[in-house]
């Protein structure tokens, strides 16, 4: 074979490679609006409205029988939601792996939550049931599709361009959050000019995330290609034995484990303050609706340029330092944060100006990071058991989120307690020698990491 032939099939591919990489980016384009308008602008405030509404004299409502302040409503269905996506995503994983073919279950993930999504328009009145049972669908279903769509990175790039392909993702998803919170916040400000009432308004907001995921959702599934593998079978009746075969196959992989320990705890903290934040601003702070909007809109622009600059930072000190790093801020934004005056619109700002520059790095870099520690051919049998860090196990940040609140009635409460979250995921990282942990895994061990 001529040198001419050899160079001509390696530009060939490496064209195809960059064609599934930018396939990829824009399922982080589709999804992230629900992350960003649903779970962590208008859901929180909304339903936890609605539930006020339903609540008795004494201010709590009876879900299943069991009282529960409405204030804590929206916290305890987030970590409802994490336990059933701790359910399902073994399977996906499992079957992900047995028979490669992960676009057909990325898609019927992806479209289900874009249902449950664009059904949350009907959450009107005192349907807070109905509220809390759209939003465990959608977010159980965010986490199937989240396994699949992140098992797709070791195959799309080598590992010297993971951490940029992976900040790149986030930074997409983080530029569609910015593009559809805009028109939320002219919808919701204007909403008179529309015709339409302040709640219909934020129906509207919550609904259209929905057919956003799901329209945008077509790219990925045309750009990214199944990589089919010879074992097939009933995958999902296996998921669970999968799972436990997984671990067992990563008690062989200890560091690995170590660092999925070290992120399940801090990402835990992350996932909290995402989908908390809003209850905390509305409901302590008495900022308005608007108010929340710009903030989170700050947070959106600025995370793009965190992602990205955070990928340089990972290029000239490597991914572990730089993710020490930003657990140290996230743990300075969170003290302040407890001393935030009410009414004070500027300083909340400032504060989630701090969130933004270190969210998607810190997110990406842990994606990317882990990329390196996977066997081969493992990729979507490890990533349901990192999804499950990611968001199958971050039920125990909003679950101390809301008991804080229950018991103590202190939304300032609430916040300070995440802090442990970040300094004891901090601790345990700084332990991990992930360059023995990367060799290891057998993958080749990028020049910094």
Request: proline content about 4%.
């Amino acid at each position: 074979m001529s040198t001419d032939t050899v160079r001509a099939g390696a530009a060939e591919e490496a064209a195809e490679r960059r064609r599934e990489q930018r396939g990829w980016y824009f399922y982080d384009w589709a999804c992230s609006v629900y992350s960003t308008s649903v779970l962590t602008v208008f859901l929180g405030p909304y339903l936890t409205a609605v539930a006020k509404h339903a609540a008795d004299a004494d201010g709590f409502v009876h879900p299943l029988g069991i009282p529960v302040r409405a204030g804590s409503f929206f916290a305890y269905a987030v970590s409802a939601s994490v336990i059933v996506s701790i359910v399902v995503m073994p399977m996906a994983g499992a079957a992900a792996d047995r028979t490669g073919r992960k676009k057909p279950l990325l898609a019927a993930a992806a479209y289900l939550g874009a249902a449950a999504t664009t059904g949350m328009f009907f959450l009107d009145g005192d349907r807070y049931l109905l509220g809390g049972a759209l939003l465990i669908v959608a977010n159980a279903s965010l986490a199937v599709s989240m396994v699949l769509y992140n098992s797709y990175l070791p195959q799309i790039a080598p590992p010297e361009e993971r951490d940029a392909v992976s900040s790149r993702g986030w930074a997409f998803g983080y530029a569609a959050g910015s593009v559809v919170l805009v028109a939320n916040l002219v919808l919701f400000t204007a909403h008179d000019r529309f015709g339409v009432s302040e709640s219909t308004a934020v129906r509207i907001c919550l609904a259209s995330a929905g057919v956003w995921w799901g329209a945008f959702t077509l790219i990925p599934l045309k750009r990214l290609r199944d990589r089919h593998t010879p074992s097939g079978g009933q995958a999902s009746a296996h998921g669970w034995r999968q799972l436990a075969a997984t671990v067992r196959d990563m008690r062989r992989q200890p560091l690995t484990l170590s660092f999925l320990l070290a992120y399940l705890i801090y990402n835990d903290g992350i996932q909290t303050v995402i989908s908390q934040a809003s209850v905390y601003g509305s409901e302590e702070l008495g900022l308005s609706q608007s108010t929340l909007i710009t903030a989170v809109l700050l947070v959106q622009v600025l995370a793009v340029g965190g992602a990205l600059g955070m990928g340089r930072l990972a290029r000239t000190y490597g991914a572990k330092r730089t993710i020490l790093g930003s657990l140290v801020a996230w743990t300075l934004t969170l003290a302040a944060g407890y001393f935030l005056p009410a009414g004070a619109p500027v300083w909340f700002f400032v504060l989630a100006s701090g969130i933004g520059l270190v969210l998607g790095g810190s997110q990406a870099l842990s994606r990317s990071l882990f990329s390196h520690l996977v066997p081969s051919g493992k990729e979507a049998e490890y990533f349901s058991a990192y999804e499950m860090s990611d968001r199958g196990m971050s039920w125990l940040g909003p679950l101390l989120f809301g008991l804080t609140y229950q018991l103590t009635g202190s939304y300032r409460d609430a916040i300070i307690s995440l802090v442990v979250f970040f300094v004891i995921g901090f601790v345990l990282l700084a332990r991990v020698p992930v360059r023995r942990a990367v060799r290891d895994a057998g993958n080749p061990v990028p020049e910094r990491i």
